[in-house]
Nanobody, 125 residues
C-alpha cells in the first residue's frame, strides 16, 4: 500500500514557475514508477511525465518536455515536478500516481494503482 500526498500547487502568473512535490508513505516507494497527471475542467486526465523506479529514465508529454522536469529522491520518498514558463493552458489539478511497473515509464492512467488527492495549479494571464 502506498499513500501519496501532493503539495506545491497554487496561483502563478504566466511565465512563472512552481515546484510540485509528492510525498509517499511506505517502505517500497523505490520499487514503484511514478507519474504526474493533470486534469483541466471539462477535459480528460492526461499524462504529464513519468519516471522509472530507479530514476534513470523519464518520459514527458511532447508539449511539456522543454518546460517541465521530473525527478525523484528515493531516500526521502519524494517526487518533484518542476514547472517553468507556465502558460494558462497548464491550469489543472495535478495528480501524483504510483505504478508497480517499476522498470518502465508508464503513460496510461490504468497502469497506476495509487493516486494522490491532487493539487490545483492556476496560471493567470
Amino acid at each position: 500500500q502506498v499513500q501519496l500526498v501532493e503539495s506545491g500547487g497554487g496561483l502563478v502568473q504566466v511565465g512563472g514557475s512552481l515546484r510540485l512535490s509528492c510525498a509517499a508513505s511506505g517502505r517500497t516507494f523505490s520499487s514503484y514508477a511514478m507519474g504526474w497527471f493533470r486534469q483541466a475542467p471539462g477535459k480528460e486526465r492526461e499524462i504529464v511525465a513519468a519516471i522509472r523506479s530507479s530514476g534513470d529514465n523519464t518520459y514527458y508529454a511532447n508539449s511539456l518536455k522543454d518546460r517541465f522536469t521530473l525527478s525523484r529522491d528515493n531516500a526521502k520518498n519524494l517526487v518533484y515536478l518542476q514547472m517553468n514558463s507556465l502558460k494558462p493552458e497548464d491550469t489543472a489539478v495535478y495528480y501524483c500516481a504510483a505504478s508497480p511497473t517499476s522498470w518502465r515509464t508508464p503513460r496510461e492512467a490504468y497502469e497506476y494503482d495509487y493516486w494522490g488527492q491532487g493539487t490545483q495549479v492556476t496560471v493567470s494571464s
